[in-house]
């Protein structure tokens, strides 16, 4: 991987800004063919990743973060789902255009995944020594005592007691956070240089998604692989994040550097979100803040702003058109037309809106 | 609030749960899950008591065997001055109207068959001699007050999101007139922006109903919004039981400690600055808890009295229930006796 070729300038920043991207997504749209019609799950996600960067994903349940992960990699079954526009570039290589054999040599060595729910993800009829083996056979070339001696040592990287023994044990006589360190020791079987965290704590409980936070933390220490953690959970990505990126009805709402974007959100929805959420330190509300509404279902590509019939700051233009995403700081966009420092509408976004019209 | 003003509504004494594991052809008993070992609690009239734990402690069975949905084994649970564990089947029947309970999953917990109307108004068929047009009136009235749009009442449950199934299950709950109502996880299917509008519906039927809520759940922040007292479970056992705000600012169990530090804040400066404990290793197995405090295997701070005793549940402070060698033990060193703590 080159590091340090094309300085590419952005707006002042993070170091990192300045390395070339690992993964670049540009214009990605994904829709699914139902019998009650089209559902666009995704549409015209753009986003990159730089080396050794951890990307929260933040989103509702249908915001599309993990649709548009999976369509990255080919994961998805076609039909029913349809990559229909983008370009996925990793490593020189567009992955929309790969053979389904190019995609199978990048899946592993070039981007690892972790499922949300270790239990339905791992095969219940082979041991776990068999299902870290696999990858390292198939993909590293290793025999099947290298792929032995490499198994145990990664089931000791994540955590797991008495390594050798386990090896011989099936999945159901694992417990649910043991499971998951399963999950991430074979999805760094291959040393990925980016890894997909698709929700790998939601079924845990608290104390064991603390440990999963610090073992990832540490990992990422040792290994450095670029990271995409998609989550729901705010306080998750406040606390490991780098950088994140909060999904609306398939779009990107806002994306920023985590503490830029937690402490000056500039999409209506981050702030809501940020506001709805109780916290177990610091003052107590009386009330919730509620976000009114339900998320939208996506039947056709989106003419206005996803966001807007449940939006506190919603004017005529939201109705008209969807807004683009636009810079609102270092490093900083947010796809809205209201302007929250000025309170009123962000007149850039407008005259361009204009201009298109 | 726990003033001494309000009368309790419902007291659970020393409540068990224990499922038999069978083994061989004859289904021989060979030990117990204890899913509920040996709980006690009050809870006053009118307020909400959030009971929260890992998944396996047994809090949900806990709130079931208190509205008697299982049989407990041992115990007692007395509801507005009625035993509820000791009524015969045909009083228990008598009794529900009284109590109720809103579901986990709104999806299963509903008849995909039954439409809205139907649901919200099956406890009328079955409890009251309401006319058609009342219970349609009812009806209308219920779903009016958890905000659902009356034109829906002959819909199915597919037809509505998931928070507005949870509001179907909150009316068919409150059909009844109840006193109260166990909320076992009503919020924990529903997304991050629905979750919120369900909990304040919550506590306005609360303040207009004068209701009365168990409300178990994990989320430990939503507890801390919703509830007055909290109680913490691990493994079948409460070990703290505190009202809310010294429960959060001044939690006094090791347990409940590492239980708070683990919720991760929604605040970049706050997450990084703050030092996490963690626990090390699972919950053990409710079938074969360890000797002594059942938290032993995973304490930070154990000692070996905690390997060989299992700590009582006292108050150490007027409202303030713990069941901890390390506190009692300071407590009988401060009073220099020499008695032997706990049982």
Redesign the interface.
């Known amino acids: 991987m080159p590091r340090k070729t094309v300085q590419k300038q952005k707006t002042g920043g993070l170091m990192r800004d300045r390395a070339q991207p690992v993964l670049e997504v540009t214009n990605l749209k994904t829709i699914f063919r139902t019998r009650g019609g089209e559902v666009h799950a995704v549409n015209s996600v753009s986003f990159d990743l730089k080396p050794g960067e951890l990307l929260g994903v933040v989103g509702?349940?249908g915001s599309g973060k993990s649709v548009t992960m999976m369509s990255l990699i080919g994961l998805l079954p076609s039909p029913p789902a349809e990559v229909r526009e983008g370009r996925v570039m990793f490593d020189g290589l567009d992955l929309l255009k790969c053979t389904p054999a190019q995609l199978r040599a990048v899946r592993g060595p070039g981007v690892g995944f972790i499922f949300q729910d270790p239990m339905t993800s791992l095969n219940p009829v082979f041991t776990v020594g068999y299902q870290l083996r696999e990858p390292l056979i198939k993909h590293m070339g290793m025999t099947k005592a290298q792929a032995q001696v490499r198994a145990k040592e990664l089931l000791d990287l994540v955590g797991i007691p008495d390594a050798a023994q386990r090896l011989r044990d099936y999945p159901h006589q694992f417990?649910?956070?043991?499971r998951q360190r399963v999950m991430i020791a074979i999805a760094l079987a291959c040393d990925p240089k980016v890894l997909i965290a698709d929700e790998p704590t939601t079924a845990l409980?608290?104390?064991?998604?603390?440990?999963i936070?610090?073992l990832v933390k540490d990992l990422r220490q040792k290994l450095g692989m670029a990271i995409v953690w998609i989550t729901?959970?705010?306080?998750?990505?406040?606390?490991i994040a780098d950088r994140v990126m909060v999904m609306y009805g398939g779009q990107i709402a806002e994306q920023g550097p985590?503490?830029e974007v937690?402490a000056r959100p500039r999409h209506p929805y981050t702030r809501?979100?940020?506001q709805?959420?109780?916290?177990?330190?610091g003052e107590?509300?009386d009330?919730?803040?509620?976000?009114?509404g339900?998320?939208p279902i996506l039947r056709a590509a989106p003419t206005a702003c996803p966001f807007r019939d449940r939006c506190t700051t919603r004017f005529e233009t939201c109705d008209r058109a969807n807004p683009a995403r636009s810079p609102v700081g270092p490093g900083h966009d947010a796809a809205c037309f209201w302007d929250f420092d000025a309170s009123a509408p962000r007149t850039d976004a407008l005259i361009k809106e204009a201009a298109h019209g | 609030m726990a003033d001494g003003t309000r009368a309790p509504l419902l007291e659970v004494e020393g409540l068990k749960m224990y499922f038999p594991i069978t083994a061989g052809v004859f289904r021989k008993k060979v030990g117990d899950v204890k899913a509920v070992d040996d709980v006690s609690f009050t809870i006053y009239e009118g307020e909400t008591l959030g009971l929260v734990g890992e998944s396996g402690c047994g809090k949900s069975t806990c709130g079931r065997a208190i509205l008697r949905l299982y049989e407990p084994t041992a115990g007692r649970v007395v509801l507005g001055g009625e035993d509820v564990l000791a009524a015969p089947a045909s009083e228990l029947r008598a009794m529900r109207p009284r109590m109720q309970m809103v579901f986990q999953d709104p999806q299963a917990s509903l008849n995909p068959r039954m439409t809205v109307a139907s649901i919200i108004g099956e406890p009328l068929d079955e409890h009251t001699t309401l006319s058609r047009a009342q219970k349609l009136a009812r009806i209308y009235e219920l779903m009016d007050k958890v905000g659902l749009n009356r034109d829906f009442a002959n819909r199915y449950p597919h037809e509505f999101s998931g928070g507005q199934r949870q509001r179907i299950g909150i009316a068919r709950a409150l059909a009844l007139n109840p006193k109260f109502i166990v909320c076992d996880e009503p919020i924990a299917a529903l997304d991050v922006s629905i979750q919120a509008q369900v909990v304040n519906l919550l506590e306005e039927l609360q303040d207009s109903l004068g209701l009365t809520y168990l409300f178990i759940s994990h989320d430990l922040s939503m507890v801390r919004h919703i509830a007055d007292r909290v109680a913490v479970m691990y493994l079948g056992r409460i070990v703290e039981l505190a009202s809310r705000d010294v429960l959060y600012d001044a939690p006094r169990h090791p347990y409940t400690q590492a239980l708070l530090s683990a919720v991760p804040e929604p605040d970049p400066n706050a997450e990084t600055a703050r030092q996490r404990i963690i626990l090390k290793g699972d919950v053990p197995s409710p079938a074969n808890p360890p000797k002594g405090c059942n938290f032993c295997t995973r304490c930070p701070k154990v000692m070996p009295v905690c390997r060989e005793l299992e700590p009582a549940f006292t108050e150490v402070a007027p409202g303030h229930f713990l069941a901890c060698h390390l506190i009692q033990e300071a407590a009988v060193g401060a009073a220099n006796s020499g008695a032997n703590p706990g049982r």
């Not at chain 1, 409980?205 to 440990?211: E, H, K, R, S």
């Not at chain 1, 709805?276 to 330190?281: F, N």
């Open positions: 509702e349940s417990s649910g956070g043991m409980d608290v104390t064991i998604q603390a440990q936070l610090e729901h959970d705010l306080g998750v990505i406040a606390g985590v503490k937690f809501a979100l940020l709805t959420v109780p916290s177990v330190r107590r509300a009330k919730l803040n509620v976000i009114e339900q998320p």
